[in-house]
């Protein structure tokens, strides 16, 4: 993220005026933070993800949202827009502009954000109480991980690669890695993970 340069925001301030924005921006403890562009490989494993998502929801009471939608961290004062998310709050049913209870939410990973999403963003997801599952997947190499918060409340590492099922608990989907990464060109330098 990149720090624009605009005075300290509050929460309601942001909104107001992100309202009024051609771009889209982030908010953390009253800074704002401009959203850039994404790669083809990007938006293709968002789009992939999202879509096999609502195919798996249709009809029931969760939702699944793509980019557009902000997610609110009232912990951490913040706004973020992840690349996908999933909530089944009735809260959230009647919220027009952002939520605040997703059961998952999966960040697709770009060398200039991968360090955020790994780190301090994925702190600031893990204060949310009805986040289940943390999905972080790579653009550069066939490599999805899966935290999940177990009973006892630690979060806990699911790695999978080419060839293997991603399981959803939170939501009860099994995602081939494969269906994952359809259509999809990892970027140049890009690897597998064996």
Excluded at 30 to 38: H, I, L, Q, S
Aim: glycine content about 6%; overall charge negative.
């Amino acid at each position: 993220m990149t720090a624009v340069k605009k005075p300290v925001f509050s929460a309601e301030d942001y909104l107001a005026w992100e309202a009024g924005q051609p771009e889209k921006h982030e908010y953390l403890a009253g800074e704002v933070y401009a959203m850039a562009g994404a790669s083809d490989a990007h938006v293709t494993i968002s789009g992939n993800v999202f879509s096999a998502l609502r195919a798996h929801l249709r009809g029931g009471p969760c939702r699944a949202y793509i980019a557009d939608m902000k997610l609110r961290i009232d912990a951490a004062d913040a706004f973020f827009y992840p690349d996908v998310f999933v909530t089944c709050a009735a809260a959230d049913a009647a919220l027009t502009h952002f939520k605040r209870e997703p059961v998952l939410i999966v960040e697709v990973l770009s060398p200039a954000t991968a360090a955020f999403d790994r780190g301090g963003k994925f702190a600031h997801y893990r204060s949310l109480a009805s986040l289940r599952e943390y999905v972080l997947i790579d653009c550069e190499r066939v490599a999805v991980d899966v935290f999940r918060r177990e009973v006892n409340g630690h979060w806990v590492l699911y790695p999978y690669g080419p060839g293997e099922t991603v399981e959803l608990d939170s939501l009860g989907l099994s995602l081939p890695v494969a269906a994952i990464y359809e259509e999809v060109t990892l970027e140049v330098g890009a690897s597998t993970r064996s």
